[in-house]
């Protein structure tokens, strides 16, 4: 079955470095989202990602975040100057072209730690 | 924007025993159901999904039910065993329109399901 691919599996970064976290969606969907969870908390929605363009973001995904789809395969999350806060498990999801629902298919997840 | 509430926090059952858990959301619009259980430091993984076009579905061991009128679903998990115990989040979903728009899916805070031998 194929899956979403993440790496790294573990990211370690001083504050006010930037990090690039990498994903690869499964290849026949079009919908790429992150989102993020901070150590036993919820599973947060970050942004979505459809037609190589923004599609929603939420009040989390501010200014120090982007995406890209650099390529026909990758889908990146950069965080221009990281915070302590910052810190979390950060999934890598895709979907296929549903208009009722589709399953989101999760990666991994790249485990950031900002010291 | 959709607000998820779930309930309770922590449920801990006898194995074999019936586990039910229970969520709410707040937009009338949200049309897309899913629960994803999560083991300790692996991904969330989709066990269960509804669509608001149906009150109920199963698979196995696992049965989802929808009110649309309360806006609550709940699920449901029989003969509960020993790999059951994970944290299960409820989440829901907004319909896409189309000509695109990815609406993310609002999860709710999750269950710690602990299965007691």
């Known amino acids: 079955e194929p899956e979403v691919t993440q790496t790294p599996s573990h990211q370690v970064t001083q504050m006010g470095q930037e990090v690039i976290l990498r994903c690869v969606p499964i290849s026949n969907h079009l919908y790429f989202y992150w989102y993020r969870q901070i150590l036993g908390q919820k599973v947060e929605f970050l942004v979505s990602f459809y037609n190589n363009e923004i599609s929603e973001k939420s009040e989390i995904f501010d200014d120090q975040f982007s995406v890209e789809r650099p390529d026909g395969s990758n889908f990146t999350l950069k965080i221009r100057s990281t915070k302590l806060e910052d810190s979390a498990m950060y999934f890598c999801?895709?979907?296929?072209?549903?208009?009722?629902?589709?399953?989101?298919?999760f990666g991994n997840g790249t485990r950031l730690t900002v010291t | 924007g959709e607000n998820v509430e779930q309930h309770p926090s922590t449920l801990s059952v006898q194995e074999g025993d019936s586990a039910v858990i229970k969520c709410t959301y707040s937009?009338?619009?949200?049309?897309?159901f899913p629960w994803y259980k999560q083991e300790l430091g692996k991904r969330p993984q989709l066990i269960i999904d509804?669509?608001?076009?149906?009150g109920e579905k199963k698979d196995q061991r696992i049965a989802v039910t929808l009110n649309k009128t309360a806006k609550h679903f709940s699920l449901h998990i029989t003969e509960t065993q020993p790999e059951d115990s994970a944290v299960y989040f409820c989440a829901a979903s907004p319909p896409r329109y189309s000509g695109g728009g990815a609406d993310g899916l609002t999860f709710g805070k999750g269950t710690h399901l602990i299965i007691q031998p």
């Open positions: 999801a895709s979907s296929t072209q549903d208009r009722d629902g589709s399953p989101l298919h």
């Open positions: 937009d009338s619009a949200s049309n897309y």
């Open positions: 509804i669509r608001s076009n149906v």
